[in-house]
């Protein structure tokens, strides 16, 4: 004989005591059991009490006949999953078929067999027992995949600002240029999300890449000689050439980087752009490629325009601050030359952002 303390439960609803006593002394030395003679009964002892393992349940009743009491069973989140066996007279195919549409696990017709009812009553327990430890395995294989998730984005943060600080270690004056810089993209993205040139590109998991992403878009002047990055004056044309190819360095690194992985990796892909095409222009005068219009990647088009604004309202060695209502001017200038037309409209549009953005991560007093 089971202990009692192993025992399943099953709750019996009949609206006849008779047929009750019948069940029970079939069911009382494997099973804990209750009873309910009405479906409403039922549902306020299962409401306000452990629910059951199992429900063996009658149709004909007074008041609320057992398809109703099955039918809320189901619909209630918390009782769904408890196996209901209908145990009834009723014998039409209709009725059999009512009863299985409705969510039962099982149909028995009365009068029935006792071996059949608790061979069935069995089966179903086992049933039950095995969908509720895949239930809480799955459970604890989602959180365990959370966690993981959790601790891959921490670390590709923390690479991501690693080697970002690798610039600022080259260049102290960049201060919090790429923290300025995320927060510039962020918001034009989504100030554009819906516009119909950008909606399909710029969807919420996208930018959110595009704002991990953007303290990479200078990785590759880590490459380029101190005497070029530092000089304080203008750069000649040959040393121009080489600070050109600051692009190309940090494009190969993280293609390197994915090539290693071995497959293609969304974030990644938007880094290279980044990287790489940043510098183009919409009339196609920029570099590293000469690339003009839509055929420049729009994550370095949103790159592009906020990176100038920056550097044009941060003090570097070879030139001043410039305020931000001219900074701004420059930007309305280059619309549909330097910079993607829409991309410059929304940037004028979201001047009080950038400006609040700007002074929130402001580098200090050498920032106007």
């Not at 923390?158 to 201060?175: C, F, N, P, Q």
């Not at 890449?209 to 990055?229: M, N, Q």
């Not at 003090?315 to 829409?342: S, T």
């Amino acid at each position: 004989m089971i202990k009692t303390t192993d025992r399943k439960s099953i709750l019996i609803i009949d609206d006849t005591p008779a047929n009750i006593a019948v069940v029970s002394g079939l069911l009382k030395d494997d099973y804990r059991l209750k009873a309910a003679t009405s479906g409403s009964k039922a549902l306020t002892l299962i409401a306000y009490g452990e629910p059951p393992d199992l429900i063996l349940l009658d149709i004909m009743m007074p008041e609320m006949d057992g398809y109703e009491v099955c039918r809320r069973l189901k619909a209630n989140p918390e009782t769904t999953d408890i196996p209901i066996i209908f145990l009834t007279a009723r014998t039409e195919v209709i009725d059999e078929t009512t009863g299985l549409e409705l969510g039962a696990a099982d149909y028995i017709h009365k009068p029935f067999n006792p071996a059949i009812v608790k061979a069935r009553v069995r089966n179903h327990l086992l049933i039950k027992e095995a969908k509720d430890f895949l239930k809480v395995q799955n459970e604890l294989l989602e959180d365990l995949v959370a966690q993981r998730t959790r601790d891959l984005v921490q670390i590709q943060d923390v690479t991501i600002h690693a080697l970002s600080s690798l610039v600022e270690t080259r260049d102290k004056e960049t201060g919090n240029h790429i923290r300025r810089i995320q927060y510039y993209v962020r918001t034009l993205a989504t100030r554009l999300q819906d516009h119909p040139r950008f909606r399909h590109e710029l969807v919420p998991a996208a930018i959110d890449l595009l704002y991990k992403s953007a303290p990479l878009h200078d990785i590759g002047k880590v490459g380029i000689p101190d005497k070029i990055l530092l000089k304080p004056g203008r750069l000649t044309p040959e040393e121009f050439e080489t600070m050109k190819q600051h692009t190309t360095l940090g494009r190969d690194a993280i293609a390197n980087a994915e090539s290693r992985l071995g497959l293609k990796v969304p974030f990644l892909s938007i880094a290279k752009a980044v990287a790489y095409s940043h510098h183009e222009k919409w009339d196609g005068t920029g570099y590293p490629q000469g690339l003009s219009g839509d055929a420049i990647p729009i994550w370095a088009r949103l790159m592009a325009v906020a990176d100038v604004y920056d550097a044009l309202i941060s003090r570097r060695v070879y030139k001043p601050a410039m305020p931000h209502e001219q900074a701004m001017a420059v930007i309305a200038e280059g619309r549909g030359i330097h910079f993607d037309p829409d991309i410059a409209d929304a940037v004028l549009a979201a001047a009080t952002d950038f400006q609040t953005i700007a002074s929130h991560y402001a580098d200090g007093p050498s920032m106007d």
